[in-house]
């Protein structure tokens, strides 16, 4: 299942109590051809049907009557039955703490209100990405034998990383939960690929990749930063580091695709 004709297939929990938002959110996704459509209004109507229907995408406003985004998108990960369900949130939040603790679980997206029809056929696509299990293809790597370390603070956001490379045909990767660890790792096995968080405590981003470049056993793996900061000077800071791509939080897996295929390639 690929593509744009493929995105009439899936199908949608939306969480919103407005009824009037309910109806634009619902138009815009029928215009795109969705049509199987559940609702909910609140967070534990919403955490049953999960349950009941496993939608292909939950999508979600920011505040219910008995709780956020995030307290559901935390029960919904907190269940080893829904854990790896795609969120999506639509939402006018300009928080960004709170918005960054939402990218650290694993949302597939964050579209503003007004969202636009381009935006929300994005976050759609990226959905078809992660459910078709489309292997990329690289010239010199057979993808089944990457060795790639995973390296975040937050279980949620590896967790949602193993997912979209295991739809690669990536094997299971090894797991770091800061940069001293994923350095720990280093100095025991080889590895293909490291794709890591900017922000984590004891090693952050930068200084891991900092530490990589100046080793003489593992100077030449290709990293894969990827950091929710959008300003331009941080953005300058991280690629001085030495990284050979920067993507953003939450990430798509076509944009993740095409960035291990300019990287190894």
């Known amino acids: 299942m690929n593509g744009l004709n493929a995105i009439e297939h899936l199908t949608i929990l939306l969480v919103e109590p407005s ?28 955490f049953e049907k999960v349950v009941q229907y496993a ?48 990218r650290q679980s694993g949302v597939l997206a964050i579209l503003p209100k007004p969202f636009t029809a381009e935006a929300i056929t994005r976050a759609l696509k990226a959905t078809l990405d992660l459910i078709s299990e489309e292997e990329v293809e690289l010239d010199h790597f057979d993808v089944t034998l990457l060795r790639v370390l995973v390296v975040d603070d937050s279980r949620f956001a590896r967790k949602h990383i193993i997912r979209v490379l295991a739809g690669m045909g990536i094997p299971e990767p090894v797991e770091a939960e800061n940069g001293k660890e994923a350095i720990a790792h280093l100095d025991e096995q080889s590895f293909d690929l490291i794709v890591t968080d900017y922000n984590m405590p004891e090693m952050d981003g930068r200084e891991l990749t900092e530490t ?43 944009t993740v695709r095409d960035l291990l295929y300019k990287i190894m390639s």
């Open 55 to 102: 939608p292909d995408l939950v999508i979600s406003s920011m505040y219910l009557s008995d709780g956020t985004a995030d307290d559901l998108l935390q029960k919904i990960r907190g269940n080893e039955a829904t854990e790896n369900q795609p969120f999506m949130l639509i939402s006018s939040e300009r928080n960004k703490k709170y918005l960054e603790q939402l």
């Open 19 to 46: 009824e009037v938002q309910q109806k634009l959110i619902i138009k815009a996704l029928n215009v795109m051809g969705v049509s199987k459509i559940e609702t909910a209004i609140t967070m534990q109507a919403a």
């Open 212 to 254: 990589v470049r100046k080793s003489n056993a593992y100077s030449h793996i290709p990293i894969l930063m990827v950091s929710s900061e959008a300003n331009d000077t941080h953005l300058a800071n991280i690629a001085q580091a030495g990284v050979d791509a920067i993507c953003d939080k939450p990430f798509e897996p076509a």
